[in-house]
């Protein structure tokens, strides 16, 4: 038992040291015959969920393509690029600001070869870029290895050439020469910097990543939609009225509060049933997809101007009258259970011209997740929070009394609703804009235009705008004028984002910054050194802790911890005057002078990149390859906290720097 409970230690000992290396994607390589000729190099991988590969030739600025590159290339030659075959997802990424092509599940990659004659050599490594929501990887290399005797020359049938596959991230075809005699790395100090500090590290804990509480944040987001919702006038009036039948159909009042419970549950399964559809029609990735596409965004800006419009009055979307007739009629005509339903879907019918831009809105906010079942979860929230008045009313009939009057103040809603959708309509304005490259929704002109929005909203609120169907001497309430209080604070708020300040609140709205014309903010952070050796040469001398960046200029997530995290003053104060900020890109593509061979994991690996040899280090030293991947350390390479990855938690992250301060100056 004892051996047992040691063997079992022991091996959550290794899975500690090893968790933070991950391998989402498995490459193989096959060596596939067409012609006496022609032969195909075929890359197949396998990716884990959540994570996807990018394809090839995407363009400077962008993520990592996937190429193939050869060492060593005899007896054949190259037939046109790598080609990508399967099903690609291609969409607009706002970050890099450019369209991208990637594969979920499993990605396959083609290089065509002609064999010129005679005994051929093949080697090299297939080259790609993977990425999930909060990391990405270094580029990897998957090796292949193949020789034999050409057909041409030996009409030889039994040649098998054999590969040696490992994992890696590909981009379109380069050939490079053959390389010199590969060098080992030196450590020129007498301090071996490159030493493993992995159990150190582990010993102080890992910084967890934000969790994923998407699937509560869209149940909320929902349950919103739904309150809003039932505050229309379309929904409001009609749930005394409905309430009172239940009640009064019925001399049993148990069975009254049960066909109120029956009603309230009907509208619930209508909803979660659209939203299944809606996943079950396109599919969970074709939704993710169509959100990120320009002509949908395009498409779905045109759409709330509709909503909007009408729900500041100038007309009203409804469905076709016949289609409410034929089901309140059934209804009628009907009992028990079916009955209910049919007029629970009476309801949903006869409210659509308040309820329908709202669902509208939320179905395509949450249908980018990807997720199968988040259309279905935000329905949910949003019919729990439509049926549970119908059902808490039938069980506390006394409430109908204080229960408010129709009014204007539903107007109110309807009217707020619609400023809310015009400027949401905005941000999907600006990814067509982007894509397409038209230039007319820069920063500073997006801001400029909620700037005014959120004023206007302000002014009404207060009474200074009138719609048509507004009352015309409705007093201003208190919770009125506080509303209109912080629309017109946020709208000042933004001010200062004409000139180039950051806006934390709105940078997952707003293009991004490069697209400002006009900037004066300058409080950012830049790296002292990307050379780790002579950062930590420049530390020992001055007496300064470290702290190391490993990141690359595929990384989305780097860029996002830049822009929201390291813009803020406390952090940007904290990174420049007390650290040696060292930045490694791990994508960086400069060769090294000369290759180098290292053995990791009793295999031979060759760095041939500058950034091959940051990742190298990333994983001899910190037992980690995703990044953002942060590590503070002293002078001498030992870990002075925890590790940090992808967060936004900005007083998480001010936390981690003064620790590691703190634990320097100790």
């Not at 071996?192 to 890992?206: K, R």
């Not at 002292?528 to 950062?535: K, L, V």
Request: net charge negative; hydrophobic share 45%.
């Amino acid at each position: 038992m004892k051996k047992i409970v040691a063997f079992l230690m022991v091996s959550l000992w290794v899975l500690a040291l090893h968790a933070q290396i991950q391998e989402p994607v498995k490459f193989k390589t096959e060596w596939k015959k067409v012609s006496d000729t022609e032969v195909e190099l075929v890359f197949t991988g396998s990716i884990e969920p959540g994570w996807h590969v990018y394809s090839t030739d995407l363009g400077d600025g962008g993520p990592i393509s996937a190429t193939f590159n050869t060492d060593r290339l005899t007896g054949a030659e190259l037939v046109g690029k790598l080609q990508p075959v399967g099903k690609e997802i291609s969409s607009f990424d706002k970050l890099f600001e450019m369209q991208v092509r990637y594969f979920e599940h499993t990605a396959q990659f083609i290089q065509k070869l002609k064999l010129t004659g005679g005994a051929y050599e093949v080697t090299g490594y297939l080259e790609y870029g993977a990425c999930n929501d909060e990391n990405c990887l270094p580029p990897t290399q998957v090796e292949f290895s193949y020789q034999g005797q050409g057909e041409a020359s030996s009409p030889s049938k039994s040649d098998e050439a054999t590969a040696k596959p490992s994992e890696a991230h590909a981009d379109s075809t380069r050939v490079i020469g053959s390389a010199d005699a590969p060098t080992s790395i030196q450590v020129s100090s007498d301090v071996d910097w490159w030493a493993p500090v992995i159990n150190e590290l582990n010993a102080l804990g890992e910084t967890v990543s934000q969790k994923d509480m998407s699937w509560i944040y869209i149940f909320g987001a929902g349950f919103l939609g739904g309150l809003l919702a039932l505050f229309t006038p379309c929904v409001w009036p009609i749930i005394p009225m409905t309430v009172s039948f239940f009640l009064k159909r019925s001399k049993d009042k148990k069975k009254g509060i049960r066909d109120a419970w029956t009603y309230g549950a009907s509208i619930v399964v209508i909803y979660v049933t659209l939203g299944l559809a809606i996943t079950l029609i396109f599919g969970a990735s074709a939704l993710n997809a169509l959100s990120t596409n320009a002509l949908f965004n395009l498409f779905f800006f045109l759409m709330l101007v509709v909503f909007a419009a009408s729900f500041f009055g100038a007309f009203e979307i409804t469905l076709p009258s016949r289609w409410s007739n034929a089901v309140d009629s059934k209804a009628e005509s009907t009992t028990g259970l079916l009955s209910i339903f049919l007029m629970a879907f009476t309801l949903s019918l006869v409210s659509f011209s308040c309820t329908g831009p709202i669902i509208g809105f939320l179905l395509v906010e949450v249908s980018t997740t990807g997720s199968v079942v988040a259309p279905a979860i935000g329905m949910l929230g949003f019919a729990l929070a439509l049926a549970l008045p119908f059902t808490l009313f039938a069980l506390f009939p006394s409430w109908l009394k204080s229960m408010p009057k129709s009014g204007g103040w539903m107007n109110l809603i309807k009217v707020t609703l619609g400023f809310l959708e015009l400027a949401f309509a905005l941000k999907f304005l600006s990814v067509a804009d982007l894509a397409y490259g038209w230039h007319i929704l820069d920063r500073e002109t997006f801001l400029a235009l909620w700037i005014v929005l959120f004023a206007l909203l302000g002014f009404y609120l207060l009474g200074k705008i009138k719609f048509p169907h507004d009352d015309d001497h409705t007093k201003v309430s208190v919770p009125r004028f506080f509303l209109a209080l912080a629309s017109l604070a946020f709208a000042v708020y933004m001010v200062p984002g004409l000139w180039g300040a950051p806006l934390k609140a709105v940078s997952a709205f707003a293009p991004p910054l490069q697209t400002q014309d006009f900037n004066l903010y300058n409080n950012e952070v830049h790296a002292q050194f990307d050379d780790y050796d002579a950062g930590m040469k420049y530390a020992r001398e001055h007496g300064k802790p470290v702290m190391l960046d490993f990141t690359g200029y595929g990384c989305v997530n780097c860029r996002k911890m830049e822009l929201a995290v390291w813009t803020d003053t406390k952090v940007s104060d904290l990174i420049n005057n007390e650290y040696v900020l060292i930045t490694l890109y791990v994508d960086e593509k400069t060769k090294l002078p000369q290759p180098i061979k290292v053995m990791e994991n009793g295999r031979e690996r060759t760095l041939r990149t500058v950034g091959d040899k940051w990742s190298y280090l990333q994983r001899v030293k910190f037992g980690a390859n995703a990044q953002p991947f942060y590590v503070l350390i002293d002078n001498e390479g030992k870990p002075l906290n925890k590790s940090y990855s992808y967060d936004e938690d900005i007083d998480k992250y001010i936390d981690f720097l003064r620790t590691g301060l703190e634990n320097y100056q100790k």
